[in-house]
Each structure stands twice: as C-alpha cells, then as structure tokens.
C-alpha cells in the first residue's frame, strides 16, 4: 500500500500532505489508536509512562501525527537542535500491546518526508552538506537503514539521547 507523502519540517514543524495544501501544526502530544504519545518533562510517555530507554531530546521534542502502518501507529519524534544540527528524528511505533523506538537518526535536516509502503516506513531527508542530495532512510521490523544500510542504533546507558546526525 502507497500513502502520500507527508512533510514534517521547520521550527514549527508543519506536517503537510505533498498532494494537498492542507497543513497541520505539531503538538507536544499525539493520540494514536492505542493511546497517547507525549513530551513530558522533555521525555516521550505513552499511555502515561515514561518510555525505556528514555527518548533524550537537545533543546526540545516535538511530535508528528500518528502514521497508521497495518496493526501498529507510527510517531516521529523530533529532537530540536542548534544551529550546526537543527534536528534528527526518532520512531516510535505502538500497537494494541506493545510499543518500539529507535535512538535519534537523520542528517540533522529539520525537513523530512514521509510515505509507508506496505509495512516499511520511508523518511526522505535532504543533505545539508551536497546540495540537492536526499537521503532515504526506512524503518522495517524496528530497525533503521540509511540508503539500504543498516544503521546501529542502540541507545547507551538506558537513554537515546540527540546526536550531530550522520551525515
């Protein structure tokens, strides 16, 4: 199955669809159709909890709306940064059981757009370094590749905390 695109970009981190004009601010809480994902004292809960290992942002997180992908909703949580990194992003997927996250990823672009295809997530970020280059990463099973590359992403000593990206 083949979603239109999202973006979900900027300082105020609109998420619009590429086919419409329709924009919708960010919030510091998503309701998916499991519960509520939110930013609580700068960490991410889901049905009131704080997550483990802890989503650390920088300067702040922010939410995206809920991505629905089969039996499972998907937020992407962004970390806001400085002016070197403006952001990366996090997964998190929960279902009627359970819920993953990865640890930050991206090119610290405060620009990403989304589409899912089938049960894989694919989140297009522009290089901030090699203009007019894109990067694709996707989200599969719980794990994150960039360009069909496996990216590590564990998160040490119980927390996944911002980094200056990888590219």
């Known amino acids: 199955m083949l979603r239109p695109s999202r973006i979900f970009s900027g300082p ?6 590429v086919a419409g004009v329709s924009t919708v601010a960010q919030a ?24 483990h290992p802890v989503l650390a942002g920088n300067s702040g997180l922010m939410l995206s709306q809920p991505i629905q992908m ?11 940064g400085g002016s070197l990194c403006p952001a990366t992003v996090a997964v998190v997927q929960v279902n009627r059981k359970k819920e993953h996250h990865t640890n930050f990823f991206g ?24 203009k007019g280059v894109q990067r694709t990463y996707t989200y599969h099973e719980g ?25």
Not at 36 to 49: E, F, L, P, Q, Y
Not at 145 to 151: E, I, M, P, Q, T
Request: net charge negative; glycine share 8%; charged share 20%.
């Open 12 to 17: 105020l981190l609109g998420l619009a669809l």
């Open 28 to 51: 510091q809480q998503a309701q998916t159709r499991f519960g509520t994902i939110a930013v609580s004292n700068d960490k991410i809960t889901w049905r009131g909890h704080t997550l």
């Open 70 to 80: 089969g039996d499972s909703d998907i937020v992407l949580v962004q970390s806001i």
């Open 107 to 130: 090119t610290c672009s405060d620009m990403a757009r989304t589409r899912t295809v089938g049960d894989t997530l694919e989140i297009r970020m522009p290089s901030p370094h090699q």
């Open 143 to 167: 794990q994150v590749s960039k360009d069909g590359v496996l990216l590590n992403s564990s998160c040490a000593k119980g927390v996944c905390e911002n980094y200056f990206g990888d590219e």
